[in-house]
């Protein structure tokens, strides 16, 4: 289905009423807005959230408008984006000429042949990462999904920024300040308008994070960059790296967008493969077709970026996880200048809310939305889709940086623990989906870890 997006006279976007809105969204905020777009079939609509009143955008068509064909007015400012400035600086993950700048540097870094360059050592550290939960195979202490994935996605993702410039014990004071950072920023994304003379909740915390994550950070770019290194790191990259002018990256700029990219791969990779055990357990079939694949290809020997390509079936079930499970599911923008979207008038100033999540379950777009079914992502079933009916890494200018190492990294994790064990979980769903900066469950998901038992 496609929309024309001049053909009617603009009029004002229908206001979905507070009260009818607000019943759905404390319930269940994430699966509350997602339903707003099943309901209205993809039109337009403004949110009446008492003091604003953001748009919600879910057809392809639109999406694909504000990522892309008019990107440039919608800008990743304003109230959802001003509370992360202090901890991201401005990166890669800001706007205007600061973004700009970092992007033409660091896109040359992320592409599929630098990536795979590093997968060797990756590898290495998803092995060793879940070698050490043997224990948990022979006492049959179940562990929690959610930290386990995070532990081994943070060496990862710290191995292919850093190298092995930042210790263990430094690794783990790093990961759970960025926990603390994501976390305790709530107050600020309530009440964005609040000057920071003033102390709120959560601020504290906020500020002793960022403390702990500079104390680690600094001193390994200040090294990095007196011993003029050419390791395949991204901070060694980042040292050879010069800008349009021909100078040095700043330290400071260093700072900005290494905070930045490590909070972009490390939450939204570690949440999604998260969410992967409880749709693994819901669909007993998948989980059979996908263990079959990696006892294929992987058998019991360590996995490594050689059996990449043959583990088809399981980037096919990533695909889907992530059409379910979009880490990034919320994308807001800030409108620029005045326009016409979908016959409805757009007003300067304004909240755009894009979302995966929900143009994921658009039923005009996809069959079964709810269903987990990782066919759609075979090869014949792929082509005809809209590019903007399935956006998990966003899309135009702004496109993920960290698609390629998503896919060598998730299913060396995946393969790495379904060659080793036999998850089951012990605490059975349904999981809310919490609304966080990456989509997580709202309550532990808790696995044992049983022993395959050998052909
Ligand atoms: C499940 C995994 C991931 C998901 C779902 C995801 C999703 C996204 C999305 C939706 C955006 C667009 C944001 C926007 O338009 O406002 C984005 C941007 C970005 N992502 Fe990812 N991401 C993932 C993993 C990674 C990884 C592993 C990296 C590591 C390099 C990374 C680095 C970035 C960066 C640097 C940007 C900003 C790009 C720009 O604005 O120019 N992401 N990601």
């Known amino acids: 289905m496609s929309v024309d997006l001049t053909a009617r006279p603009a009029k004002q976007a229908r206001l979905i009423r507070l009260h009818r809105l607000l019943p759905k969204l404390m319930r269940d905020p994430v699966n509350g807005l997602a339903e707003i777009g099943m309901a209205t079939g993809g039109e337009i609509v403004r949110l009446d959230l008492g003091p604003f009143r953001p748009y919600l955008v879910t057809h392809p068509d639109h999406v694909q408008h504000v990522m892309k064909g008019n990107w440039s007015n919608y800008l990743r400012k304003g109230m959802f984006w001003r509370p992360l400035e202090r901890l991201l600086g401005n990166s890669i993950l800001g706007e205007g000429p600061g973004w700009d700048s970092s992007r033409k540097i660091l896109q040359p870094l992320f592409t599929a042949r630098y990536v795979a360059a590093l997968s060797e050592d990756l590898a290495d550290t998803i092995n060793e990462g879940f070698e050490a939960l043997r224990p948990h195979e022979k006492s049959g202490e179940p562990i929690d999904a959610g930290v386990e994935m995070a532990r081994v996605v943070n060496?990862?993702?710290?191995?292919?920024?850093?190298?092995?410039?930042?210790?263990?014990?430094?690794a783990e004071r790093v990961a759970p300040a960025y926990t603390t950072a994501a976390t305790s920023i709530a107050f600020r994304m309530l009440f964005p308008s609040a000057p920071y003379s003033i102390r709120v909740p959560g601020d504290r915390r906020f500020l002793a994070s960022i403390k702990t994550i500079e104390e680690v950070m600094f001193p390994v770019i200040e090294q990095a960059r007196r011993e003029r290194s050419e390791?395949?790191?991204?901070?060694?990259?980042?040292?050879?790296?010069?800008?349009?002018?021909?100078?040095?990256?700043?330290?400071q700029q260093m700072r900005d967008d290494l905070v930045s990219i490590y909070g972009a791969a490390s939450e939204t990779t570690g949440m999604a493969l998260t969410w992967l055990w409880p749709m693994l357990g819901e669909n007993p079939e998948v989980e059979a077709k996908l263990r079959e694949e990696i006892d294929r290809v992987v058998g019991r020997d360590p996995v490594r970026p050689s059996h990449l390509p043959h583990l088809t079936y399981t980037k096919?079930?990533?695909?889907?996880?992530?059409r379910l499970y979009p880490s990034g599911w919320m994308l807001p923008r800030l409108v620029g200048t005045a326009e016409e979207l979908g016959g409805v008038r757009i007003k300067a100033g304004s909240q755009v809310l894009i979302s995966p999540y929900a143009t994921h379950r658009l039923e005009s777009f996809w069959d079964r939305p709810l269903t987990f079914?990782?066919?759609?992502?075979?090869?014949?079933?792929?082509?005809?889709?809209?590019?903007?009916?399935?956006?998990?890494?966003?899309?135009?200018?702004?496109?993920?940086?960290?698609?390629?190492?998503?896919?060598?990294?998730?299913?060396?994790?995946?393969?790495?623990?379904?060659?080793?064990?036999?998850?089951?979980?012990?605490?059975?769903?349904?999981?809310?989906?919490?609304?966080?900066?990456?989509?997580?469950?709202?309550?532990?998901?808790?696995?044992?870890?049983?022993?395959?038992?050998?052909?």
Request: charged fraction near 25%; glycine fraction near 6%; charge should be positive.
């Open 316 to 322: 096919m079930v990533l695909q889907e996880l992530l």
């Open 155 to 170: 060496k990862a993702v710290i191995k292919v920024l850093f190298g092995s410039r930042i210790s263990d014990p430094d």
């Open 373 to 455: 079914d990782p066919e759609r992502f075979s090869p014949e079933n792929q082509e005809r889709r809209h590019r903007y009916a399935y956006f998990p890494f966003g899309g135009g200018p702004h496109l993920c940086l960290g698609q390629h190492l998503f896919y060598i990294e998730a299913p060396l994790m995946v393969a790495a623990i379904l060659s080793r064990y036999r998850p089951v979980i012990v605490n059975p769903g349904p999981f809310k989906p919490l609304p966080a900066p990456s989509v997580r469950p709202s309550r532990k998901v808790e696995m044992a870890l049983l022993p395959i038992e050998r052909a």
């Open 231 to 251: 390791g395949k790191d991204i901070v060694s990259a980042l040292c050879q790296a010069r800008d349009e002018q021909g100078a040095e990256i700043s330290i």
